[in-house]
């Protein structure tokens, strides 16, 4: 069980940058993973960017080179770095924490979403 909450998101031109933040209510390091997916209108929900506990990564086919998702356990906070932003960015983010109660079964939170919109 972890409480999200996001920050960070914005309007941007084409081709500028945004960082989003993740704060959760509890210590991440013990969370199998977490991630950001988004949701642009009219579109299906699809997974942006994963890190696990072991710091592999994971990001849609559409984000790589572009994006970086990264944790700071200290701190409790993900991160995800978004560079040379595109209109089709365009979405609402949100954070999500994948919870393992039973390999390979896990639980998944995600936090109430900030948008992101990239305009000229």
């Known amino acids: 069980q972890v409480q999200l909450v996001e920050s960070g998101g914005g309007l941007v031109q084409p081709g500028g940058s945004l960082r989003l933040s993740c704060a959760a209510s509890?210590?991440?390091?013990?969370?199998?993973?977490m991630g950001w997916d988004r949701q642009a209108p009219g579109k299906q929900r699809e997974l942006v960017a994963t890190i696990t506990t072991g710091s592999s990564t994971n990001y849609a086919e559409s984000v790589k080179g572009r994006f970086t998702i990264s944790r700071d356990d200290a701190k409790n906070t993900v991160y995800l770095q978004m560079n040379n932003l595109k209109p089709e960015d365009t979405a609402v983010y949100y954070c999500?924490?994948?919870?393992?109660?039973?390999?390979?079964?896990?639980?998944?939170?995600w936090g109430q979403g900030t948008q992101v919109t990239v305009s000229s």
């Open positions: 999500r924490a994948d919870i393992v109660s039973r390999n390979p079964s896990f639980d998944s939170y």
């Open positions: 509890r210590s991440i390091f013990t969370i199998h993973a």
